[in-house]
């Protein structure tokens, strides 16, 4: 499924209007991809609709990317590349 961190599901369940319950919540496929393409829209808003800014910020954390782009550093983009591969097989 998305992959979302208990923390950041938890904050994005409150943004949402979805009631937390916990881990039981992610263990629920239809809020766990609401939750993950919720997060994935706001991560592209953030970084001005970069996607691959944004899939790398979903895997590494926005806190991280922002920190490398700041510094002026490059990112890890492998993740973002492997998406994109599976993306273009389907």
């Known amino acids: 499924m998305m ?17 937390w319950m916990g881990d039981r919540t992610l263990f629920n496929p239809h809020l ?4 993950g393409v919720y997060y994935l829209s706001e991560l ?8 691959s800014t944004a899939v790398t910020a ?14 002026k550093e490059q990112l890890p983009l492998g993740y973002y590349k492997s998406v994109l591969s599976t993306y273009h097989t389907l």
């Open 3 to 19: 992959q979302i961190m208990p923390e950041v599901a938890q904050d994005l369940a409150r943004q949402m209007g979805i009631e």
């Open 32 to 35: 766990n991809v609401k939750m």
């Open 44 to 51: 592209l808003k953030y970084f001005d609709h970069d996607l």
């Open 58 to 71: 979903y895997n590494y954390g926005p806190t991280y990317v922002r920190g490398l782009l700041d510094r």
